[in-house]
């Protein structure tokens, strides 16, 4: 018997985004400010969409109505 642990299989394109859009609604919900071209702000909301066979997310930043993809932003590092 091995002492190795198996290797976990890659993360699919789909995980990464769904691990993504759960960091916005955390970020969201608790206030958590995020980095914008290189400027702090916070996220007024989120939007998705089902499109072909997968779902798109757009954000809003505070005082912006620009919709945004998550992958702009940031996440600061926070002690929880």
Not at 14 to 28: F, N, P, S
């Amino acid at each position: 018997m091995s002492g190795r642990s198996p290797t976990p299989a890659p993360e699919t394109p789909a995980e990464a985004a769904y691990k993504l859009d759960r960091a916005v609604l955390r970020a969201i919900h608790t206030c958590q400010p995020v980095l914008f071209e290189g400027k702090q702000h916070h996220l007024r909301g989120m939007s998705t969409q089902v499109l072909g066979g997968g779902v798109s997310s757009v954000i809003y930043l505070m005082g912006d109505a620009t919709p945004r993809e998550p992958s702009e932003i940031t996440f600061l590092e926070h002690a929880e």
